[in-house]
């Protein structure tokens, strides 16, 4: 089931805009996006890809769809749902709906004097679609033609999927610009207590998907979210995990101690970007990748 009015209107309120008629689809404007905008930095994908901030759209078309209740999750997992069970919107109008809702988002930057006019004029036509605010995107049962449409407007895509999906993901007609993987566990026991699988066979899932990723033509990228205290253990396991899927990035990323993952974690699960820096380095020696660009700001680094 999709989101009700009252759900919607509490997103609302921390930026959320909501597209289509079944409250399924969303936008939010990216911190980055508005720091670009003022000059005032760019987002680390911008630095590592070469994807411009500000004329990033951030979205999900399953904002309340997913498998897992991951505890470094900044959403309120209270309206997570594991299957799709009602009405969708088509992707032109998810896409369309997304946009405009972006523009209307970034307006008040037309009144601003220190935002970079050329940057404003050119964030009223977003060229890349971050496929990642919210929910596993791959639940949505359009998202190949989601893509496509993407596609067709010469967007470059960003889908990000927690791998549980597998038939899905093995079935995409439509490869995105960049797959990323999630992988948040070196084992089976880390995995169910910090990602908190709601549905069975998780682990078994990851791991097939992990496999998927190997065969896919688009680049690809795992990210590893670390949480300090619970999934910051076995670099050695991670790198077994990492080249069964053989990607052509590893990103190693901070967690965040923000949103509703308050409620679970705390500020001392937040890793330093120099403990990053040391469990990416770890990862690194034993699966024969270096760091080759990193954000300290952002506290994630890169491995390729």
Known sequence: MSLTKEQQKKLEKSGYRFVGNNGHAATKICHWTKQSILDKGVCYKEQFYGVKSHRCLQMSPAVPHCQQECEFCWRDLSYTNTDWDGNYDDPKTIIDGAINAQNNLLCGFFGND????????????????AISLAGEPTLYPEIDELIAEFNRRNFTTFLVSNGQNVDKLKNLSEDPYQLYLSLDAPTRKTY???????????????????????SFNTRTCIRTTCVKGRNMINPELYAKLIKKANPKFVEIKAYMCVGYSRERLTLGNMPTFDEVVDFACQIGDECGREITNESEISRVVLLE
Do not use: D, F
Not at 118 to 128: H, R, V, Y
Not at 192 to 213: F, Y
């Open 114 to 129: 220190k935002a970079n006019r050329e940057k404003l004029a050119e964030s009223k036509t977003p060229t890349n679609a």
């Open 192 to 214: 169910n207590e910090v990602c908190r699988p709601q549905i069975m066979n998780g682990w078994e899932n990851l791991n097939e998907s992990l496999e998927t990723l190997a």
